[in-house]
């Protein structure tokens, strides 16, 4: 499976981490504590300290003098080795600790004591803030007798005073069950039905007759009423459930509930106010992942910082950097750009697909027969190039497009026209750490056909809708894409090292027939030119069926040409059939929707949620909502508008995944600078941030700590430290900007 991995860990860590999901051993085990000295009554024996840690007893604890200045957590640490784990083993990791002064992130980790210093468990709790008592549950991935424990103490700018005591590394300890919490068992959109739309609930129960409902509004009173469906027990949860339909109900307003079972569910509106504010939102996401520039607080209140990577101290900078390494010779400017995820790397294949539905959600509004081009038009998201004539969202767009060009590899080098796949930090940075503050060494990674066939029909998309506002940066970008497109053709298999995500993701894709195909048939849309009609037509996959369970993303691009070339206008020969397949394609994915009693058009093999599941589900929507542009089918409309409730709180666990929508969404992301978990000074992610959602792999430590045996929905836990589970990336939220923009004009 082509998965995009970006953590904290190495490589050989991560594969260690999904061996990690193997049952733990049987309950009874004996308990053994694995730690020699963990009260520090007489002595720290033998636990060890960095040079510039000084280390001595203070009332019966361990405490540590830390200097400041230092920029990585790891500069300043302590710890235990020669600790020995049994591989399937569950372990309780806990210890007390205070901080002066209070408020500083400790890094606290099981692992490997020697190269590669693989990570099988870490914490980052804000001592003195999230309180004193730490205790967590996790299974060993590994045998090894070199295990550590480890404290890691650096990354502050001042010094301050650590003190630990009572540490504790028990084996044979049973796993801890973490019981999320999930409200009431009504579970329902927690924004917006529309007027006109579909209306369905999900209700959780051991009933199996059929149940009354009511719905009220929001002075109490019993506006409709009806009985539920039963619909046995779901795959996707492991829960008994009915399905309640209140579509024949209309009438607008605020604080509608749904009463049923004894349950009352969480409000929603009637409307369509919220899907015209989360569009605006969803795309607003990207000035604040803006690298390269300050984040104007005026602009964006709460979330203003200094620009990132700009080779001002302590950043080594973006503006010359170097390749890898045996890479390359020269240095490239590559400012500007997006922040791809939670990390401070960029990435030319996930900026390529999140560019082109950017871009499509513009490109629709000008074709679609709902389409509004003005709702995102200039001044619609206030940032810095409002008010220049130009849409707001070709403007925020542009700002990644200039990064992609300036990765393409200059003339007289070797691969002249491809594209660096990614630039990076040369290692992973901890949490929480501005992008002004990253003091890692910054590098170009090889040029990859992947990412050259990603800048080529990104910056052919681009050539044709700019061409109205700045026709001079049209006919550069199309010089771009028809450049890319020939080395591409030059060099079809240079694919990035799946092995290469130290300090970044790997994004690896070993199969680029779609890029191809995706690359082809933009520059055909937008030159007419016959050599890249021909490459589409004989393409095999022009005719295959590529909108499978998964839908498409950064590794699955088939679709992205296959929906262009069915809603662009064109004189490809076959168009209607093109069409007819898009069609197919919805038909597949509303069959699915109804086959759910959760109501998403995703039903992942086994039940095996995928990484970013939310982002594949909009993303399933958005075949679901071009099949009704194409067809004026209603089916289809109410497919995508009804997709969004599982994204907006109708799902197992009762909560909202996009950030400041619903009583209950979520908030805690990953990210190292929208990281108010670890840091009250920073802020959570802003309003209209899409968490990743359930992943059944749960690759992270933390995740595998709490959600081991987890079933479907359930495989998602709202902390910063589950990177596997609830992540942002910049191609989720352009799912979510597409889907928002398509309910909102659906008035």
């Given at each position: 499976?082509?998965?995009?991995?970006?953590?904290?860990?190495?490589v050989?860590a991560?594969?260690?981490?999904v061996?990690?999901?193997?049952?733990?051993q049987?309950?009874?085990?004996?308990?053994v504590e694995?730690?020699?000295?963990?009260?520090?009554?007489?002595?720290?024996?033998?636990?060890?300290?960095?040079?510039?840690?000084?280390?001595?007893?203070?009332?019966?604890?361990?405490?540590?003098?830390?200097?400041g200045?230092?920029?990585?957590?790891w500069?300043a640490a302590?710890?235990?080795?020669?600790?020995?784990?049994v591989?399937?083993?569950?372990?309780r990791?806990?210890?007390?600790a205070?901080?002066?002064?209070?408020?500083?992130v400790v890094?606290?980790?099981?692992?490997?004591?020697?190269?590669p210093?693989?990570t099988y468990?870490?914490?980052?709790?804000?001592?003195?803030?999230?309180g004193?008592?730490?205790?967590?549950?996790?299974?060993?991935?590994?045998?090894t007798?070199q295990?550590?424990?480890?404290?890691?103490?650096?990354?502050?700018?001042?010094?301050?005073?650590?003190?630990?005591?009572?540490v504790?590394?028990?084996g044979g300890?049973?796993?801890?069950?973490?019981?999320?919490?999930?409200?009431?068992?009504v579970?329902?959109n927690q924004?917006?039905?529309?007027?006109?739309?579909p209306?369905?609930?999900?209700?959780?129960?051991?009933?199996?007759?059929?149940l009354?409902?009511?719905?009220?509004?929001?002075?109490?009173?019993?506006?409709?009423?009806?009985?539920?469906?039963p619909?046995?027990?779901?795959?996707?949860?492991?829960q008994n459930?009915?399905?309640?339909?209140?579509?024949?109900?209309?009438h607008?307003?605020e604080?509608?509930?749904?009463?049923?079972?004894?349950e009352?569910?969480?409000?929603?509106a009637?409307g369509?106010a919220?899907y015209?504010?989360?569009?605006?939102d969803?795309?607003?996401?990207?000035?604040?992942q803006?690298?390269?520039?300050?984040?104007r607080?005026?602009?964006?209140?709460?979330y203003?910082?200094?620009a990132?990577?700009?080779?001002a101290?302590?950043?080594?900078?973006d503006?010359d950097v170097?390749?890898?390494?045996?890479?390359?010779?020269?240095?490239?400017?590559v400012?500007?750009?997006w922040?791809?995820a939670?990390?401070h790397?960029?990435?030319?294949?996930?900026?390529g697909?999140?560019?082109?539905?950017?871009?499509?959600?513009?490109?629709?509004s000008?074709h679609?027969?709902t389409?509004?081009?003005?709702?995102?038009?200039?001044?619609?998201?206030?940032?810095p190039?409002?008010?220049?004539r130009?849409?707001?969202?070709?403007?925020?767009?542009?700002w990644?497009?200039?990064?992609?060009?300036?990765?393409?590899?200059?003339?007289?080098?070797?691969?002249?026209g491809m594209?660096?796949?990614?630039?990076h930090?040369e290692?992973?940075?901890g949490?929480?750490?501005?992008?002004?503050?990253?003091?890692?060494?910054?590098?170009?990674?090889?040029?990859?056909?992947?990412?050259t066939?990603n800048?080529?029909?990104?910056?052919?998309?681009?050539a044709?809708?700019?061409?109205?506002?700045?026709?001079?940066?049209?006919?550069r970008?199309l010089a771009?894409a028809?450049?890319?497109?020939?080395?591409?053709l030059?060099?079809?298999?240079?694919y990035?090292?799946?092995?290469?995500a130290?300090g970044?993701?790997?994004?690896?894709?070993?199969?680029?027939s779609?890029?191809?195909?995706?690359?082809?048939?933009?520059l055909?849309?937008t030159t007419?030119g016959?050599r890249?009609?021909?490459?589409?037509?004989?393409?095999?996959?022009?005719?295959?069926?590529?909108?499978?369970?998964?839908g498409?993303?950064?590794?699955r691009?088939?679709?992205?040409?296959?929906?262009?070339?069915a809603?662009v206008?064109?004189?490809?020969?076959?168009?209607?059939?093109?069409?007819?397949?898009v069609?197919?394609?919805?038909?597949?994915?509303?069959?699915?929707?109804?086959?759910?009693?959760?109501?998403?058009?995703?039903?992942?093999?086994?039940?095996?949620?995928?990484?970013g599941s939310?982002h594949q589900v909009?993303?399933?929507?958005?075949v679901?909502?071009t099949?009704y542009?194409?067809?004026?089918?209603?089916?289809?409309?109410?497919?995508?508008?009804?997709?969004?409730?599982?994204?907006l709180?109708?799902?197992?666990l009762?909560?909202?995944?996009?950030?400041g929508y619903?009583e209950?969404?979520s908030?805690?992301?990953?990210?190292?600078?929208?990281?108010?978990?670890?840091?009250p000074?920073?802020?959570?992610p802003?309003?209209?941030t899409?968490?990743?959602?359930?992943?059944?792999?749960?690759?992270?430590?933390?995740?595998?700590?709490?959600?081991?045996?987890?079933?479907?929905?359930?495989?998602?836990i709202?902390?910063?430290?589950?990177w596997?589970?609830?992540?942002?990336?910049?191609?989720?939220?352009?799912?979510l900007a597409?889907?928002a923009?398509?309910?909102?004009d659906?008035?």
């Amino acid at each position: 499976m082509k998965r995009r991995r970006t953590a904290l860990l190495s490589v050989t860590a991560l594969l260690a981490a999904v061996l990690g999901m193997l049952p733990a051993q049987s309950a009874g085990a004996d308990e053994v504590e694995q730690i020699r000295n963990g009260t520090f009554d007489t002595t720290t024996d033998p636990w060890w300290a960095g040079d510039n840690v000084a280390v001595g007893l203070s009332g019966g604890r361990m405490c540590a003098d830390v200097p400041g200045g230092t920029a990585n957590r790891w500069d300043a640490a302590l710890g235990e080795n020669d600790i020995t784990l049994v591989k399937g083993e569950s372990y309780r990791f806990s210890f007390t600790a205070d901080g002066s002064p209070a408020g500083h992130v400790v890094r606290a980790v099981v692992g490997l004591s020697v190269a590669p210093y693989d990570t099988y468990f870490e914490v980052s709790p804000q001592v003195g803030v999230s309180g004193d008592t730490y205790s967590y549950t996790f299974t060993s991935p590994v045998d090894t007798g070199q295990g550590q424990v480890a404290f890691q103490l650096g990354a502050s700018a001042d010094p301050w005073r650590f003190c630990v005591d009572d540490v504790s590394l028990l084996g044979g300890a049973p796993p801890e069950v973490y019981r999320p919490d999930t409200g009431p068992r009504v579970r329902v959109n927690q924004v917006a039905y529309l007027p006109d739309g579909p209306k369905n609930a999900t209700l959780v129960t051991d009933a199996t007759s059929r149940l009354p409902w009511r719905l009220k509004d929001a002075r109490g009173r019993t506006v409709a009423r009806g009985r539920t469906a039963p619909r046995g027990t779901d795959a996707s949860s492991g829960q008994n459930v009915h399905t309640i339909d209140f579509g024949s109900y209309h009438h607008r307003g605020e604080g509608f509930t749904l009463v049923v079972d004894g349950e009352t569910s969480r409000p929603f509106a009637i409307g369509t106010a919220a899907y015209e504010q989360l569009r605006l939102d969803a795309v607003k996401y990207y000035y604040t992942q803006r690298s390269g520039i300050a984040v104007r607080d005026d602009l964006r209140p709460g979330y203003g910082r200094p620009a990132g990577h700009l080779n001002a101290a302590p950043n080594q900078g973006d503006a010359d950097v170097p390749c890898r390494p045996g890479v390359c010779d020269y240095r490239l400017d590559v400012t500007g750009g997006w922040y791809d995820a939670g990390d401070h790397g960029k990435y030319v294949v996930n900026g390529g697909i999140t560019t082109w539905e950017l871009l499509s959600t513009y490109e629709r509004s000008l074709h679609a027969r709902t389409g509004h081009p003005g709702a995102l038009g200039d001044g619609t998201l206030a940032i810095p190039e409002s008010g220049n004539r130009v849409p707001d969202i070709l403007d925020e767009a542009r700002w990644e497009l200039d990064f992609l060009l300036k990765m393409q590899v200059p003339d007289g080098q070797p691969l002249a026209g491809m594209a660096h796949h990614k630039v990076h930090d040369e290692q992973w940075t901890g949490l929480p750490l501005l992008p002004s503050a990253d003091p890692q060494k910054r590098e170009l990674h090889p040029p990859t056909t992947a990412a050259t066939l990603n800048l080529a029909a990104t910056a052919a998309q681009a050539a044709r809708l700019y061409r109205p506002y700045d026709r001079a940066f049209a006919r550069r970008a199309l010089a771009a894409a028809r450049k890319a497109w020939a080395a591409a053709l030059a060099h079809p298999d240079l694919y990035a090292d799946p092995d290469d995500a130290t300090g970044g993701g790997a994004y690896a894709d070993d199969d680029v027939s779609d890029e191809f195909y995706w690359a082809a048939a933009e520059l055909y849309l937008t030159t007419g030119g016959k050599r890249f009609e021909r490459y589409v037509l004989d393409s095999p996959v022009h005719t295959a069926d590529i909108f499978g369970s998964l839908g498409f993303d950064w590794s699955r691009t088939a679709a992205a040409g296959r929906l262009d070339l069915a809603t662009v206008p064109n004189r490809l020969p076959g168009r209607a059939e093109v069409r007819r397949s898009v069609a197919r394609g919805a038909d597949t994915y509303l069959a699915t929707l109804r086959s759910q009693p959760y109501g998403m058009p995703y039903a992942p093999e086994g039940n095996r949620y995928d990484w970013g599941s939310n982002h594949q589900v909009l993303n399933n929507a958005v075949v679901l909502a071009t099949a009704y542009d194409l067809t004026g089918a209603r089916k289809y409309r109410d497919g995508a508008v009804e997709s969004m409730d599982y994204v907006l709180g109708r799902n197992a666990l009762n909560i909202s995944y996009v950030t400041g929508y619903g009583e209950v969404s979520s908030h805690n992301e990953h990210s190292r600078w929208y990281a108010h978990e670890l840091d009250p000074a920073l802020p959570n992610p802003p309003r209209g941030t899409l968490a990743g959602g359930p992943n059944s792999g749960i690759q992270d430590p933390y995740a595998q700590s709490r959600l081991q045996g987890c079933v479907g929905q359930f495989c998602y836990i709202d902390d910063i430290q589950s990177w596997s589970t609830n992540e942002t990336a910049v191609n989720w939220n352009a799912a979510l900007a597409r889907m928002a923009s398509f309910v909102a004009d659906q008035d």
